[in-house]
């Protein structure tokens, strides 16, 4: 079956969060100091991240991403991808992390049935990657980048947020890489996730300037969505690879997003910069049926309205102005991305 919202739009992909906590304090996505960390007994089981998934897709969602955080610091993740692997009707698996697990990790994903992954890589100068994390070591994510090839997935995709003054600099060194590579660099303008990230429109560089900056060096043809539903615009480049921007600000897809959220601790979410989501882990725990949480699921997307990055948009462009602090959204590090 196909369920749909209020405008139409089917559910079809389930973006499921397996922890909140994360190895690296990145300046675009981590909260202050007094956000409430979950407790392991908050978290829902893979067991019960199974039984959810399971309805979702019965449902008609046809491909699940796990995310966080940082899902590889939750322990033995590979046994919920081979819990998930399994679903009848599920056609694609997929991973989002920031990569600093990932070459110790790589080979059981694989083996479990994980089926792509999607890296994290804002920078590829050592000092400014710690400075963008906090924590991290760059050296220790190309390592993942290449126990992941090595592994067999394909395609690998790195995610590179842009931010204006932090690393607009390197967007041509960061897709010479990714072509040297062999990987699918997908840009993404920064955007106003979470809380805390004190975004403006000043910070953010824009989908044509990224553009521009490519095309300064390698011609591109656009190919579009796939599935015309997927955030980034694809593009080719004329001698060969792939590479995708997400205009998350200036040109959102609101009209065409399918995806719904569980966070960490068992609530759906229909939206990236919802303020609240619906609480399923107290229906899983208090021993409802699969069709009372079919029933329920059906109920909250149906009546989905949210098309929040069309309306920021809508603001700034009319010139009306928009402060991202007049709406108290969930922490990106509690919903995942």
Not at 104 to 116: D, I
């Amino acid at each position: 079956m196909t369920l749909f919202d209020h405008f139409r739009r089917p559910l079809k992909d389930l973006r499921i969060s397996v922890t909140d906590h994360c190895n690296y304090r990145c300046l675009y996505c981590m909260p202050l100091d007094d956000y409430v960390w979950f407790e392991k007994e908050e978290l829902l089981t893979f067991e019960e991240l199974t039984r959810v998934a399971n309805v979702f897709v019965r449902l008609g969602v046809e491909s699940i991403r796990l995310t966080g955080g940082e899902p590889l610091v939750r322990k033995d993740l590979h046994k919920l991808v081979q819990q998930l692997s399994t679903l009848q009707g599920l056609k694609d698996l997929s991973l989002t992390t920031n990569g600093a697990l990932l070459a110790e990790k790589a080979g059981a994903l694989k083996a479990a049935g994980l089926r792509r992954i999607s890296i994290s890589l804002d920078t590829l100068k050592p000092e400014r990657f710690r400075e963008i994390t906090k924590k991290g070591n760059l050296e220790e994510v190309l390592a993942g980048i290449a126990a992941a090839q090595h592994a067999g997935f394909r395609p690998i995709k790195i995610n590179t947020v842009i931010m204006r003054g932090v690393n607009d600099d390197e967007i041509l060194d960061l897709a010479d890489f990714a072509r040297a590579q062999g990987l699918i660099i997908r840009f993404i303008e920064y955007m106003d996730v979470g809380n805390v990230t004190a975004w403006s429109l000043e910070k953010t560089v824009t989908k044509k300037e990224i553009l521009q900056a490519i095309q300064s060096r390698y011609p591109v043809i656009e190919t579009g969505r796939n599935a015309n539903r997927a955030p980034a615009i694809e593009y080719h480049f004329e001698d060969g690879g792939k590479m995708g921007v997400i205009g998350s600000v200036t040109e959102p897809f609101c009209s065409t997003c399918s995806r719904a959220r569980l966070t960490a601790d068992g609530k759906m979410v229909t939206c990236l910069f919802a303020t609240n989501g619906f609480d399923l882990k107290s229906m899983v725990r208090s021993g409802c049926s699969d069709e009372e949480l079919t029933q329920t699921i059906i109920a909250v997307w149906s009546a989905r309205v949210d098309r929040y990055s069309e309306q920021r948009w809508a603001a700034i462009a009319s010139g009306a102005g928009y402060s991202p602090q007049n709406q108290k959204k969930i922490e990106m590090i509690t919903l995942g991305g």
